[in-house]
């Protein structure tokens, strides 16, 4: 079905009622998270046959007609250690909301609590990615730069490595090499390797 809050022949100037991200369990086969860019959240434990709403959960969102309508979700990463913990990023920007937000949930998303804590309050996060090694290990990608997380997103801190504060869209984490790259809004690629630094 449509898992957006589009209508059909309706035209609309603002959101295009697209899906935005699909995130398939990396330990759960079948379980797959839908994110849309206009604030519509779903799952689905049976690749796709049916769908369960979660957008209400996502909770501590400004509250206001529209609001969640304005909602662009940016990532939704299934923890690549367990088939409970998911996060989720939501980008307001539309909405001259420049706070980050960044959501996690332990239980499947069947409840999320809000996990921004120390990152800077003006900066829409692009990107959340976990660590398959090391539970907890958690990575941001922000419009002013890269953060990390050693207790999956309680608290935050810069990680520089060489990075200006740029926007970063997109994170990998090579699962053989445990090597990271980092995807910026300046269309470069810094690659991670040890001691070893390169722009590609």
Avoid at 25 to 47: A, E, I, M, N, Y
Avoid at 59 to 81: C, D, F, M, N, W
Avoid at 99 to 119: A, K, M, Q
Wanted: aromatic share 8%; hydrophobic share 30%; net charge neutral.
């Amino acid at each position: 079905p449509d898992l957006t809050r589009g209508e059909r022949g309706r035209v609309y100037l603002t959101n295009g009622h697209t899906i935005t991200v699909l995130s398939e369990s990396p330990v759960r086969p079948g379980q797959l998270f839908v994110g849309t860019d206009d604030g519509k959240l779903h799952r689905s434990t049976d690749d796709g046959k049916t769908w369960v709403d979660l957008t209400s959960r996502l909770k501590g969102l400004p509250t206001g007609k529209g609001v969640a309508a304005t909602s662009h979700i940016t990532r939704v990463e299934q923890a690549p250690y367990d088939e409970q913990t998911v996060f989720v990023t939501l980008d307001r920007r539309r909405q001259n909301d420049e706070r980050p937000y960044i959501f996690r949930s332990r239980d499947r998303g069947e409840s999320f609590e809000r996990v921004n804590g120390t990152l800077p309050l003006e900066g829409p996060v692009h990107v959340v990615r976990a660590d398959a090694r090391n539970r907890g290990l958690l990575f941001a990608g922000t419009e002013f730069g890269l953060f990390v997380s050693f207790d999956e997103g309680d608290r935050w801190q810069p990680l520089a490595c060489g990075l200006p504060p740029v926007a970063v869209h997109d994170l990998y984490i090579h699962p053989v090499e445990h090597e990271m790259v980092i995807g910026t809004h300046g269309r470069g690629v810094l690659h991670r390797a040890g001691s070893t630094r390169s722009g590609l």
